[in-house]
């Protein structure tokens, strides 16, 4: 059986032993005679998945007691409405901030519009289209050690790394202490939960969409300080309540059995490999390898401020645009699969998240070395 390098952005590569398990589990979860598309969400058996699941995530982020871990759908997307309606009323007036640094923060902040007064208070690109600096738009992270929220504000909410622009940004220590008391920080680390140690100890919400280094698509993952709990807006749906969820053990209504189940595979796989901390220096190498590569070179171009620059989605382009489509089709037909960059901003991109081995960022950089020899 033919197996390629998937650098897509997501759903993204699973282990290549987790999908293995999914093989034996779907006919006959764990000798029981049933398949794991057939359990029951009510089910002892479900109680022993979400269970392990649920601790086993606990042990790879070191999760503190004041934080529960919820389970919840409509994936990242679905994110952007399920924290606004359930915290943006928090100190009584609907009111929140945001910190723009690509694509997916600036979609956080035009959904939680709906729900109240919100405003960026910082950006890389929205507002400072020219003059922001040498290296233009959505290219760094727009840190200000003294960042403030605006008056009654419930959350700053921010992205922890752009996953279509390639800017990374963990460093959220600063802002936390910046911000006034009665605000939380809220983050949306999709595309990084698990591929690095992140401080969620400084923040109210941590969420990730599982499709990219948790599972696969139908779960979002939710990790919320208890005592934000409660504060839902009357038009939040129940489902999407965390007091709900919360007191359901993410059961309030038929939960995805499934993707959780898959979640809790890869929550194995990741504590069996190291945990956390050995993933990161994984990445950390993969990423340093290809960047070097890149910076050897003025025939591929990465634009993002090096301070910032993602492990894990490294967006490019070819100095001569028009070759792009002949790089793509020569690189499947060597096996590199979902190289395209998003299609908002074009290029390139290579998404080396946590089942990418080194071996993968090898041929993609051979295979790079080979197309510029060609056509450089
Ligand atoms: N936030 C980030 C950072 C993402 O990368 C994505 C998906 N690529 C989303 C949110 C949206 O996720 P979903 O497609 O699950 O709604």
């Not at 290296?135 to 403030?148: A, H, L, M, R």
């Not at 009654?152 to 990374?168: A, K, M, P, R, W």
């Not at 504060?231 to 359901?248: K, Q, R, T």
Request: proline share 3%.
């Amino acid at each position: 059986m033919a197996r390629f390098w998937n650098f897509s952005a997501g759903p993204s590569m699973l282990p290549y032993d987790v999908l293995n398990q999914i093989s034996i589990d779907v006919l006959d979860w764990n000798s029981t005679g049933i398949s794991v598309t057939d359990i029951n969400h009510r089910s002892k058996y479900f109680e022993i998945i979400y269970n392990q699941a649920e601790s086993d995530l606990r042990a790879l982020l070191g999760l503190s007691s004041d934080y529960c871990i919820l389970f919840i759908q409509g994936g990242g997307q679905g994110a952007n409405a399920v924290v606004p309606m359930n915290m943006i009323g928090m100190n009584g007036i609907n009111r929140a901030d945001f910190i723009i640094s690509g694509y997916w923060s600036y979609k956080s902040y035009l959904e939680a519009c709906k729900y109240g007064d919100v405003s960026i208070v910082a950006d890389n690109g929205y507002t400072t289209k020219i003059d922001c600096n040498d290296y233009g738009p959505y290219t760094w992270f727009p840190e200000n050690k003294s960042i403030k929220t605006r008056e009654g504000s419930s959350y700053l909410q921010f992205c922890s790394n752009e996953t279509i622009n390639g800017v990374e940004f963990v460093d959220w220590g600063d802002i936390a202490n910046s911000i006034n008391k009665d605000a939380v920080l809220v983050v949306d680390a999709s595309s990084n939960f698990l591929t690095r140690v992140l401080d969620i100890d400084d923040t109210g919400v941590v969420f990730a969409c599982a499709q990219k280094n948790a599972g696969i698509s139908g779960v979002t993952i939710f990790i919320v300080r208890k005592d934000l709990i409660g504060n839902a807006l009357n038009i939040c749906p129940s489902i999407f309540d965390y007091m709900n969820l919360f007191h359901g053990h993410s059961r309030y209504n038929t939960p995805p059995v499934f993707a959780i189940y898959v979640s809790g595979l890869v929550f194995k796989w990741l504590r069996r490999n190291g945990g956390v901390k050995k993933m990161e220096s994984n990445n950390l190498e993969k990423s340093r390898m290809l960047y070097d590569f890149m910076d050897s070179t003025s025939f591929y171009i990465n634009k993002i401020h090096p301070s910032v620059r993602s492990r894990v989605n490294i967006p490019f382009h070819l100095k001569n645009d028009l070759l792009t489509n002949i790089f793509i089709e020569k690189a499947e037909n060597r096996g590199l699969m979902n190289i395209r960059g998003h299609r908002s901003v074009g290029g390139l991109r290579a998404s080396i998240y946590n089942a990418m081995p080194i071996d993968g960022v090898m041929d993609l950089i051979n295979y790079m070395r080979d197309f510029e020899c060609y056509y450089g």
